[in-house]
């Protein structure tokens, strides 16, 4: 793990290997809306049974790296594979592969949770789905409102049910795009108890946050991203405390 020096560039980007060897690569990413460059170069590589962070403030990049994770919004440039898969080629497989829970959105309209469950199941083609379900509307204290249409949620019950939904069919690869905004205390534990859940089964997990303290519980590396670039690929233990905070800030001024 390397991190540049505050306030220069970033240094040369890590060398990768090969996408057989682990569960998510991304090799030197570009993302542009018009003139816009929102992802400028990022590369990285992510093991299963590990938990990685993407760090950063708003408009660094994170949601729209976690996207093109995701098979939703196409790379520019650039080389990214997910659980096996190019991104690029095969967009429709990788949203097979992975549990993506998106930064906003994601859930049906009138629909409650539970309707919600059994659709994912259906897709899924999941049997014996009913105990798994159970247990995370419990895990995420959403048992009470199960049946209840997700139209009247408060924005946190929402994010509470966009994890659990992500997380329900085990995927290999689970991408939560800020899944602790506007979330209670609650709601964080269970999503810190999903992410250990899939790491100890060997599953990736990338989680996108501007929080730092709730990326050091999560995840134990972390990609530090500014301006849609790589500013710092460090161990999550390096941003504890107040040392810890200094250091964050250097990075992201």
């Known amino acids: 793990m390397s991190a540049p020096t505050p306030g220069t560039t970033p240094g040369p980007q890590p060398v990768l290997p090969s996408p057989a060897d682990v569960a998510v690569l991304v090799d030197d990413l570009h ?57 690029a080629r095969d967009p ?17 309209p009138r629909a409650t949770p539970w309707e919600h469950l059994q659709l994912a199941a259906t897709l899924r083609r999941m049997t014996g789905w009913e105990d798994r379900a159970t247990h995370l509307l419990e895990l995420f204290e959403l048992s009470g409102v199960a049946h209840r249409t997700t139209t009247g949620f408060s924005h ?14 085990e995927p290999d690869v689970l991408l939560l795009d800020e899944p602790f905004d506007g979330v209670d205390p609650t709601g964080v534990e269970a999503t810190f108890d999903v992410v250990r859940e899939a790491t100890e089964r060997g599953a990736a997990v990338l989680l996108s946050t501007h929080l ?3 990326a050091v519980e999560a995840c134990s590396t972390a990609l530090v ?15 504890k405390g107040e040392e810890g905070a200094r250091a964050y800030r250097a990075l992201l001024d």
């Not at 019950?157 to 997380?167: D, E, I, K, Q, T």
């Not at 500014?226 to 941003?239: N, P, Q, S």
């Open 92 to 108: 429709l497989g990788v949203k097979r592969a992975v549990g993506y829970c998106p930064d906003v959105g994601g859930l049906v």
């Open 212 to 214: 730092r303290e709730l």
């Open 31 to 87: 993302v542009r809306f018009g003139t816009v460059e929102a992802v400028t170069g990022v590369s990285f590589a992510a093991p299963g049974g590990a938990s990685t962070a993407l760090l950063g403030r708003n408009g660094a990049g994170k949601s729209t790296t976690m996207r093109v994770l995701a098979g939703v919004v196409p790379p520019t440039e650039g080389r990214v594979h997910v659980a096996g898969i190019d991104v």
């Open 225 to 239: 991203l500014r301006g849609g670039a790589r500013v710092a690929d460090m161990e999550t233990y390096d941003l």
């Open 156 to 169: 946190g019950m929402g994010r509470r049910l966009s994890v659990l939904l992500a997380a329900f069919h």
